[in-house]
């Protein structure tokens, strides 16, 4: 992968992160979604440290 397009996955999972914790915040905690919510968070953040190390 080149550098921009490494930049751009960077830059979609960030927002997608950003997103999944809005979300996280506005979803009941009696409610099953929020356990999605939270592992959905955890692979992006995953996702997210992978491309740091790549860019580096």
Do not use: Q, S
């Not at 915040?25 to 440290?49: I, S, T």
């Amino acid at each position: 992968m080149n550098r921009l397009e490494l930049e751009t996955l960077r830059k979609l999972a960030e927002k997608a992160l950003k997103e999944l914790e809005e979300a996280y915040m506005r979803v009941p905690d009696v409610d099953n979604g929020k356990a999605y919510l939270f592992r959905g968070k955890e692979r992006v953040r995953l996702m997210l440290n992978i491309l740091k190390e790549v860019e580096e």
